[in-house]
């Protein structure tokens, strides 16, 4: 690549047996999310519209055009900028629920909010990526250079997160008892499941992540730091109750980078800059916002 920045030219290693295994077990996270959906849920979005619009606005639009405005001010390697381009295109990460419950906002909203941003996103996620990355010269000069398939993108976030969603919703609706034991185990099962793929993308490429964490990190928290703002400012600029407010938060601030990590690896071919930026919002995102959380549960 024609960056001079290592972060562009670095591959991480990840086989294609691991990528396999996450494949399958970011389709068992999405599948123990829907188990909690119903589809009273998406009921409930008709007789509630104010807060899933604002949320849908907070997360879809508002997140992906602050993060090309941040990125045109702190100006990242092509690759890193493509990371959090990515991430921003991301529906919400499948630990937002149990957050916000945590947090006591609006838990009906939010599990709507997941499971509808889920759904979206097999559209939104490729189209907010290819759209905001071509805005940014730098990643749409890299974009050209992988030659990327956006439509083989649609193919493989609809697989991962449409097929397990829609079987999630059934199991509910015929095995409601099942579901509820299911939901009960998939849910902390899932945090798991990520933290230990993250860790395994870590640990096979140590001495890269240990030469470049320091600099990506202050990156992350920014970015993190103006998701969650920006869930917050959207629902108090719109004048929605405070617990509204809290899931606004959350569901904007928490990303699903497990996704995001799928795609990297998939069709970026674990293009370092991408790949280190998205495991560390991975874990980052689970600290500020169960720090988040429990602060406002402190509050109560």
């Known amino acids: 690549m024609s960056s001079s920045n290592p972060l562009d030219s670095i591959r991480l290693n990840f086989s294609q047996g691991d990528l396999l295994l996450l494949n399958l077990a970011l389709a068992l996270i999405m599948y123990g999310v829907a188990l909690d959906l119903r589809w009273e849920d998406f009921r409930y979005l008709l007789k509630n519209p104010k807060g899933f619009f604002m949320g849908i606005f907070s997360q879809f639009l508002l997140l992906p055009f602050l993060t090309w405005v941040l990125i045109s001010i702190i100006k990242p390697p092509p690759s890193v900028a493509l990371g959090m381009f990515l991430v921003a295109a991301c529906p919400g990460g499948n630990v937002s629920n149990f957050l916000t419950s945590l947090a006591k906002g609006n838990t009906a909203l939010s599990v709507s909010l997941t499971g509808f941003s889920s759904i979206l996103s097999i559209f939104s996620t490729p189209l907010n990526f290819a759209l905001w990355a071509g805005f940014y010269e730098p990643t749409s000069l890299l974009l050209r250079e992988i030659s990327l398939n956006i439509s083989d993108v649609f193919f493989t976030v609809g697989i991962i997160l449409g097929l397990p969603l829609i079987m999630?919703?059934?199991?509910?609706?015929?095995?409601?008892?099942?579901?509820?034991?299911?939901?009960?185990?998939?849910?902390?099962?899932?945090?798991?499941?990520?933290?230990?793929?993250?860790?395994?993308?870590?640990?096979?490429?140590?001495?890269?992540?240990?030469?470049?964490?320091?600099?990506?990190?202050?990156?992350?928290?920014?970015?993190?730091?103006?998701?969650?703002?920006?869930?917050?400012?959207?629902?108090?600029?719109?004048?929605?109750?405070?617990?509204?407010?809290?899931?606004?938060?959350?569901?904007?601030?928490?990303?699903?980078?497990?996704?995001?990590?799928?795609?990297?690896?998939?069709?970026?071919?674990?293009?370092?800059?991408?790949?280190?930026?998205?495991?560390?919002?991975?874990?980052?995102?689970?600290?500020?916002?169960?720090?988040?959380?429990?602060?406002?549960?402190?509050?109560?």
């Open 168 to 300: 999630g919703i059934f199991t509910h609706k015929r095995f409601p008892k099942f579901a509820d034991k299911a939901a009960k185990i998939l849910k902390p099962l899932s945090i798991l499941i990520f933290a230990a793929f993250v860790g395994l993308a870590f640990a096979g490429n140590f001495n890269i992540f240990i030469q470049y964490i320091g600099m990506i990190f202050v990156w992350v928290l920014a970015h993190n730091f103006i998701a969650l703002s920006t869930g917050f400012l959207t629902g108090k600029l719109g004048g929605l109750p405070i617990a509204d407010i809290k899931t606004l938060t959350i569901e904007t601030g928490i990303q699903n980078s497990g996704l995001g990590l799928v795609l990297i690896f998939t069709y970026f071919e674990g293009l370092g800059g991408m790949a280190i930026i998205t495991a560390l919002w991975g874990i980052w995102h689970l600290i500020s916002g169960m720090t988040i959380a429990s602060l406002w549960k402190l509050r109560e």
